[in-house]
């Protein structure tokens, strides 16, 4: 069923360099109305749940490290065509590939420290919605 939310997490490393009020900024410009919002911090265990699909990568050790190494600021967020619009708003997973004015573009360090999440599809998007935010959460 296609949806008009997306989930979206600020990472620990723009969480950390001061980035959270301009990264919000931006998403609020861009259109997105925020559903649910809050600061916490993954364990290494639920960062390893949250990114199983990438348990056999080579990076999925450190990757488990660098997303509970501080504290991170998911949204689910909600506008017409919300996954696909946000991937764009974000850039390539690589910042040295992302187009100019994206977010990664921006104010990512690095492939892995790359300052945000977006969801891949709709499907994902209200699996990793519920994965933070009860249904009281949600507005
Ligand atoms: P995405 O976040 O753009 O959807 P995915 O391929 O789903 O990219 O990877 C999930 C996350 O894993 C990335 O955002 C990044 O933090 C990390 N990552 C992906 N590829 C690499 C890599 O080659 N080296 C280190 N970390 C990586």
């Known amino acids: 069923m296609a949806t008009n ?32 919002i809050k600061k916490t911090q993954l364990t290494a265990e639920r960062a390893g749940q949250f990114y199983a699909v990438h348990r056999d990568r080579p990076f999925y050790n450190d990757l488990r490290a660098y ?20 991937r764009k708003l974000i850039g390539a997973t690589n910042p040295a590939q992302a187009e100019e004015g994206t977010i990664r573009k921006l104010y990512a360090k690095s492939i892995e420290a790359n300052a945000i999440h977006g969801s891949d599809s709709d499907e994902n998007a209200q699996i990793e919605g519920s994965f933070f935010f009860a249904a009281t959460e949600q507005f």
């Open 67 to 86: 997303m509970s190494s501080g504290p991170i600021v998911p949204m689910i967020l909600e506008k017409e065509n919300a996954v696909a619009d946000f």
């Open 5 to 36: 939310q997306t989930f979206t997490m600020i990472k620990p490393d723009a969480v950390q360099d001061g980035h959270t009020g301009a990264i919000i900024k931006m998403i609020e410009e861009a259109g997105f109305r925020i559903v649910a």
